[in-house]
């Protein structure tokens, strides 16, 4: 049973940056498409962006897309969210999830259901 444990959270000025990891353990990460969300406070869980299988394809929201990115390292059975310039609006728990698939060009962010295995997130706090 795949597990996902999430870190790189924190407080971070406007401007900076973070590096969230989704470590997998139970399963190799390199048969999943890993999906980024999160949720700020009041608000419903959003799609960040998603990596296929084999980490050839990421998709990005528009809204973060010059700022965010998405990486897996199969060798640490990782994945990663980058983030830069933060801003205000980033505040948020940010959740990885992971789901099984077959083929290797497809991930979605668009839908939680889509998502099986989820980590238990990790707050990141943007102050002005």
Known sequence: QL??????GGLVQS??????SCAA????????????FRQGPG???EGVGCITVNGGIT????SVK??????????KNTAYLQMNNLEAGDTAIYY???VDVYVDYVCRFDSV??????????QVTVSA
């Open 3 to 8: 597990q996902l444990v999430e870190s790189g």
């Open 15 to 20: 401007g900076g940056s973070l590096r969230l």
């Open 25 to 36: 353990s139970g399963s190799a990460l390199d048969s999943y498409a890993v999906g980024w």
């Open 43 to 45: 608000q419903e869980r």
């Open 59 to 62: 998709k990005i929201t528009p």
């Open 66 to 75: 010059d700022r965010f990115t998405i990486s897996k390292d199969h060798a």
């Open 96 to 98: 990885c999830a992971a």
């Open 113 to 122: 259901e889509w998502y099986d295995n989820w980590g238990q997130g990790t």
